[in-house]
T-cell receptor
């Protein structure tokens, strides 16, 4: 049973560039949530996708956008990168609309913006 | 929106002792409270969770208690072992509705052999 996977594992970008991160949910899960984890902090909710739609959104600017595909995998896009966007980006999968029960995290993508 | 406070930020215990981490939440509508363990460089792993219709839940050396009236919940680890050393996060959320899971800032637990 495959767990949550993310790619790439590490990424280095320059200010102003754009980045796309990818997530495949745990087998049987249909909901994907994205989090940003700054060093020494807890994960902060970015948004959640279910049935290919953004269902919930945290306090992040429109530079952060996403997509969910029919196979439930998801992408996180960040435009016009800022130094402050440097963080570990985690996706978590769960079951059901608005599902927050039993969220399982992927290994994360470490984004460094220089 | 929901706000989760977690204490202490760091905790050191001797191997075999117990460790307790406490969290408070602000939204009385929250009804789901998971705990995650994150080892250095690894993903957060769900170790135990509790729903608001239960006051206590136990899984081997780990237990979580919930006081809905006071809006606080705690993680208890007994007979700590060096492999329990990690950062622990509490979180709170509402099962249905349009509110996300909100995490505390974490507790770095060090178990000294």
């Amino acid at each position: 049973d495959a767990g949550v996977t993310q790619s790439p594992t590490h990424l280095i970008k320059t200010r102003g560039q754009q980045v796309t991160l990818r997530c495949s949910p745990k087998s049987g899960h249909d909901t994907v949530s994205w989090y940003q984890q700054a060093l020494g902090q807890g994960p902060q909710f970015i948004f959640q996708y279910y049935e290919e739609e953004e269902r919930q959104r945290g306090n992040f600017p429109d530079r952060f956008s996403g997509h969910q595909f029919p196979n439930y995998s998801s992408e996180l896009n960040v435009n016009a990168l800022l130094l402050g966007d440097s963080a570990l980006y985690l996706c978590a999968s769960s079951i059901g609309q608005g599902g927050i029960y039993e969220q399982y995290f992927g290994p994360g993508t470490r984004l460094t913006v220089t | 929106g929901e706000n989760v406070e977690q204490h202490p930020s760091t905790l050191s215990v001797q191997e075999g002792d117990s460790a307790v981490i406490k969290c408070t939440y602000s939204d009385s509508a929250s009804n789901y409270f998971p705990w995650y363990k994150q080892e250095l460089g690894k993903r957060p792993q769900l170790i135990i969770d509790i729903r608001s219709n239960v006051g206590e839940k136990k899984d081997q050396r780990i237990a979580v208690t919930l006081n809905k009236t006071a809006k606080h919940f705690s993680l208890h680890i007994t007979e700590t072992q060096p492999e329990d050393s990690a950062v622990y996060f509490c979180a709170a959320g509402v099962r249905t509705g349009n509110t996300p899971l909100v995490f505390g800032k974490g507790t770095r637990l060090s178990v000294i052999a």
